[in-house]
């Protein structure tokens, strides 16, 4: 045993992944001594190996040598297409969450509300009861002036005529008119913050999430207590870190998007 002692440990498999970690950038093509070398094993144990994963798709071999196929991709889109994509997003939450020290969010659109899907909290003496499937009227959330001003007129238009299910009445309710100019203001910066608008003491700033075609898809923001955070921070130490935040859920939302969702069988080379 080259690695771990204990008996349900299976050295073969482990063998078999160090063969296949040896092909990196730059080494499409290897022999058997030179997948021995990078594997650390002996040349009988290597050759079976490759005979093995040719076998099952994963190697062929040819003139230059062994390479590996495309089927090799089955085994990291296995991971992604398993998980949630909400799974994936959390670690960057909670990065953002160390870095500001308050809670942080993400919500998408339904009707006229917002719903939050993803959240890391922090305790606090005076917050808002958030939990995975909340709902707030979005005109009066940070998140949710993320979300209409990414819309277009008539988009606009159907959700702010369809009526919120959140059971809320907010602090402030804007006629159409003032809206809309924040809605353009929100367009124009690429963020939007609110001050207490739907309940006294709450603060947040958000950002959009954009997929791999540049279209909003959520917002992510981070939430304060307006008594300990004023919102020139928000602005300038929390937007920045917010900005980067979106920017990378946006980057893993691209790539699971871009999964493949199906499976071809390859032949055996």
């Known amino acids: 045993?080259?690695?771990?002692?204990?008996?349900?440990f299976v050295e073969a498999i482990a063998r078999g992944l160090d063969v296949l970690r040896g092909f990196e950038p730059g080494r499409?093509?290897?022999?058997?001594?030179?997948?021995?070398?990078?594997?650390g094993l002996a040349r009988p144990t290597a050759r079976r190996i490759l005979i093995t994963l040719e076998e099952l798709g994963y190697v062929r071999s040819g003139d230059e040598g062994f390479s590996l196929t495309p089927r090799v991709l089955e085994l990291g889109m296995a991971y992604v297409g398993?998980?949630?994509?909400w799974e994936l997003a959390e670690p960057h939450l909670r990065t953002l969450v160390a870095q500001t020290g308050e809670s942080c969010s993400i919500a998408q659109l339904d009707g006229s509300d917002i719903?939050?899907?993803?959240?890391?909290?922090?305790?606090?003496?005076?917050?808002?009861?958030?939990t995975i499937g909340t709902r707030f009227p979005a005109v009066q959330t940070s998140l949710g002036k993320v979300l209409?001003?990414?819309?277009?007129?008539?988009?606009?238009?159907?959700?702010?005529?369809?009526?919120?299910?959140?059971?809320?009445?907010?602090?402030w309710t804007p006629g159409r008119d003032e809206l809309d100019a924040v809605l353009r203001d929100v367009r124009a910066k690429g963020w939007a913050v609110t001050d207490?608008?739907?309940?006294?003491g709450i603060r947040s700033i958000a950002a959009p999430v954009r997929n791999g075609e540049g279209r909003t898809v959520a917002a992510a923001n981070v939430n304060a207590h307006?008594?300990?955070?004023?919102?020139?921070?928000?602005?300038e130490h929390h937007l920045p870190l917010l900005l980067r935040t979106a920017g990378a859920i946006g980057a893993d939302w691209a790539a699971w998007e871009a999964r493949p969702i199906a499976t071809v069988n390859l032949p055996a080379s």
């Open 28 to 39: 499409p093509h290897m022999t058997l001594s030179e997948v021995a070398a990078r594997s």
């Open 196 to 200: 207490q608008d739907l309940a006294l």
């Open 115 to 130: 719903v939050y899907v993803a959240r890391v909290a922090v305790p606090k003496l005076v917050t808002l009861g958030v």
């Open 82 to 85: 398993s998980r949630n994509l």
């Open 148 to 171: 209409l001003a990414a819309l277009d007129g008539a988009e606009l238009d159907d959700v702010l005529a369809t009526p919120s299910r959140s059971g809320i009445e907010p602090r």
């Open 1 to 8: 045993m080259r690695r771990d002692a204990r008996p349900d």
């Open 226 to 235: 307006a008594a300990e955070t004023p919102v020139e921070h928000l602005v």
